[in-house]
């Protein structure tokens, strides 16, 4: 079974910078996708990137502040984070899945990480 693990979550004022990083057990071309979740809201598909890496899509709210990206020597996806706002606060999740889509949606994605905290706060 695919595992994943996302690390780099934490504390960080608005405006300020994170990286997120997912390693992945595998070294398949899975396509990764980053998602988030705050308390009482559903699970929201950020960024996607394919499983060669030449095919990243964003969701609005991030596209221009977050990039995602891959190191195949590794096997682990990033999730740069600039311009952090107190609406990113979330818990973010990697997930794994046959394709990146235009629609980063949650039920294309098979395997999932447990979760890492970004809490945006001054």
């Known amino acids: 079974q695919l595992q994943l693990v996302e690390s780099g979550g934490g504390l960080v004022r608005p405006g300020g910078s994170l990286r997120l990083s997912c390693a992945v057990s595998?070294?398949?071309?899975?396509?990764i996708g980053w998602f988030r979740q705050d308390s009482g809201k559903e699970r929201e598909g950020i960024a996607c990137?394919?499983?060669?890496?030449?095919?990243?899509n964003y969701v609005k709210s991030v596209k221009d502040r977050f990039t995602i990206s891959r190191d195949k020597s590794t096997s682990t996806v990033y999730l740069q984070m600039t311009g952090l706002k107190f609406d990113d606060t979330a818990v973010y999740y990697c997930?794994?899945?046959?394709?990146?889509?235009?629609?980063?949606?949650?039920?294309?994605?098979?395997?999932w990480g447990q979760g890492a905290q970004v809490t945006v706060s001054s």
């Open positions: 595998s070294s398949d071309y899975y396509a």
């Open positions: 990137i394919s499983g060669g890496g030449g095919t990243t």
């Open positions: 997930a794994a899945g046959p394709y990146c889509g235009l629609l980063i949606t949650p039920n294309s994605y098979r395997y």
